[in-house]
């Protein structure tokens, strides 16, 4: 079952044409994870990709789920304005490139900045890298301190595991990097979710299911890339699996074209989604007020 899968994506990601001028050679998770790492430039038009399908229209205000996308590159504040029209309500923006020792994308806190202004609410992900210098909980504390010093009020953050061939370690020593994010994440006062599949997780960690405390669930699950490989835009296919009993968020789509960018595309319930929050900075002896854009909330 799980070579058929990795074959239908193989297929599908041996198709994808990967010499477009402006991609940066970025081999990480390939074959298995092409949307989520933006081998393809966004606004490349490749015509193979598929369009994503209109969320219809009585979905767009439902007062119990949302839709997402996650964003690895550049946006601008009319791409956001495009998917709020199109009746998405945050993005998952990466913050954490995993090239070289890994480095903080400055790119995140840009979409950030014009999710906030278009009206969408955002979360972040990293996509660490276990043979960075870097140890895990460091790669965490660098999205973290950065974040925080260009003012965005960081309450989550979400961390991808997924593409097997990409964590070279002995299992235990995957299971003890993954434990070093949480653990400082959690050391920061974050929540923290892990981004994954059922697969990916038996792969990478055996299944690990002894976590000390609670830890959120994005799983994707989708037949191959672009729309018509597309799950069920519900949480409904969800069973558990290492630690988790329930799941937060779904990605049911990947690779599918989208107000002129290339994305994956997200569901979950609607719990908790303020995109701002009021903090109070002393100066001199008074306390001033402050809008801080706030990241992540998603399940809180
Ligand atoms: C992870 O880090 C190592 C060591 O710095 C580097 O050689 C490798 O290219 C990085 N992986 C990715 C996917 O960028
Ligand atoms: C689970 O984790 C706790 C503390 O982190 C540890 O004491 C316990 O031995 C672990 N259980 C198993 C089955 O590994």
């Not at 010093?149 to 995957?174: C, F, H, K, L, Y």
């Not at 981004?195 to 669930?217: A, K, M, R």
């Not at 558990?240 to 599918?256: D, N, R």
Request: charged content about 20%; some cysteine.
């Amino acid at each position: 079952m799980k070579f058929l899968f990795f074959l239908a994506l193989l297929h599908f990601g041996s198709s994808l044409p990967t010499s477009a001028p402006k991609v940066p050679a970025e081999p990480w998770n390939f074959f298995e994870k092409v949307p989520v790492e933006q081998v393809i430039d966004p606004d490349y038009n490749i015509p193979a990709i598929q369009d994503a399908p209109e969320i219809p229209m009585e979905e767009r205000d439902s007062p119990t789920h949302a839709y997402s996308v996650d964003i690895a590159f550049h946006t601008t504040v009319s791409d956001m304005d495009c998917l709020r029209d199109h009746g998405y309500k945050s993005v998952f923006v990466r913050a954490l490139n995993p090239s070289g020792n890994t480095y903080f994308d400055k790119e995140a806190l840009n979409t950030i900045n014009n999710a906030y202004d278009a009206g969408l609410g955002s979360e972040i992900y990293i996509t660490p890298n276990i043979s960075s210098a870097r140890s895990g909980g460091d790669q965490v504390s660098l999205v973290y301190q950065n974040l925080h010093d260009n003012g965005i009020n960081v309450r989550s953050i979400w961390i991808q595991v997924t593409s097997p061939s990409n964590w070279e370690a002995p299992m235990p020593v995957r299971i003890e990097f993954i434990h070093d994010m949480i653990q400082r994440a959690q050391d920061l006062g974050l929540a923290v979710g892990i981004y994954t599949s059922f697969y990916d997780w038996l792969e990478i960690t055996g299944g690990f299911n002894n976590f000390s405390s609670q830890v959120f669930l994005w799983y994707w699950h989708v037949l191959g890339m672009g729309a018509d490989a597309e799950t069920i835009p519900t949480l409904e296919d969800f069973r558990p699996f290492g630690p988790w009993k329930q799941a937060t968020i779904k990605q049911f789509g990947q690779v599918e074209k989208l107000c002129g960018m290339i994305v994956n595309r997200n569901v979950y319930g609607i719990l908790n989604q303020q995109k701002s929050k009021i903090i109070h900075i002393p100066s001199g002896n008074a306390l001033v007020e402050k809008e801080m854009i706030r990241v992540g909330g998603i399940g809180l």
